[in-house]
């Protein structure tokens, strides 16, 4: 009986001291080089892991992470792309992807969703079976498109550089709608119009452009601003950039 309380501490202490190596090991840094770098990993973000994540890396170092089951930029960032530390040594928990820099957190909600009203809540999240990722493609510049159906029609999200590393441009279009569908765009304490569709989020934080003759509006919501867009044909479609 002391044998077996002696070997199980000994495992402990093992274990523990292993753990407290990979805390302090150094971190294993990845970046982008001459062309984007795609990776798959669990993330967390606003405290929960996700797991069904796609990081894309820049050369121009802009970089962000994108919710797959969602249909969700989660977060864009300069500068380093991802410390893979916790993945790669050991393979042991937690397993995630860590943004590096100054990280800016968008949403975690769907880009997409039917409402009954302008007035209507905006969904936290689709139901994991709802949406139905189709992959995504390459450009030229090897940066992708996601593809999915979800909300009754079929969805291509494009997020590109603009500018040499100056802003992000996404654009999100829909084929075979079989409902007008929203697209929010940011959902913030605070969202202020200004001139030539530029948007100011979250005193400034960032800035949201919309492509010139875009209808988008601003809500009130319990917990802040909702910056909108509604795509009301089968096929429709809405680019905007963001600059931070």
């Known amino acids: 009986m002391i044998y077996k309380r002696m070997m199980c501490c000994l495992m402990l202490l093992i274990c523990c001291a292993a753990y407290s190596r990979a805390q302090n090991a150094s971190p294993y840094v990845i970046n982008a080089t001459n062309k984007p770098y795609l990776l798959r990993s669990f993330l967390m973000f606003e405290g929960k892991k996700r797991t069904h994540v796609i990081s894309v890396g820049t050369p121009e170092k802009v970089n962000y992470a994108y919710d797959l089951k969602q249909g969700a930029l989660l977060e864009v960032w300069r500068g380093d792309f991802m410390d893979v530390k916790e993945m790669w040594h050991d393979r042991g928990e937690p397993q995630l992807a860590k943004p590096l820099g100054n990280v800016l957190p968008l949403s975690a909600a769907p880009a997409l969703a039917v409402l009954a009203d302008k007035e209507a809540a905006w969904p936290d999240s689709i139901a994991f079976d709802d949406l ?91 917990s802040g601003k909702e910056l909108l867009v509604q795509l009301a044909n089968a096929s429709d479609s809405l680019t905007y950039s963001l600059t931070w």
């Open 132 to 222: 139905q990722n189709q992959g995504y493609v390459l450009d030229k510049s090897k940066m992708p498109t996601f593809l999915y159906t979800a909300n009754g029609a079929e969805v291509s999200d494009k997020i590109s550089v603009l500018n040499g590393g100056g802003a992000l441009s996404r654009t999100i279009s829909i084929s075979n709608g079989k409902q007008p569908l929203y697209c929010r765009i940011a959902a913030a304490a605070t969202i202020e119009a200004h001139k030539n569709n530029t948007y100011t989020v979250n005193n400034k934080a960032y800035t949201v452009t919309v492509a010139e003759g875009t209808k988008a509006f601003i809500r009130k919501t319990q």
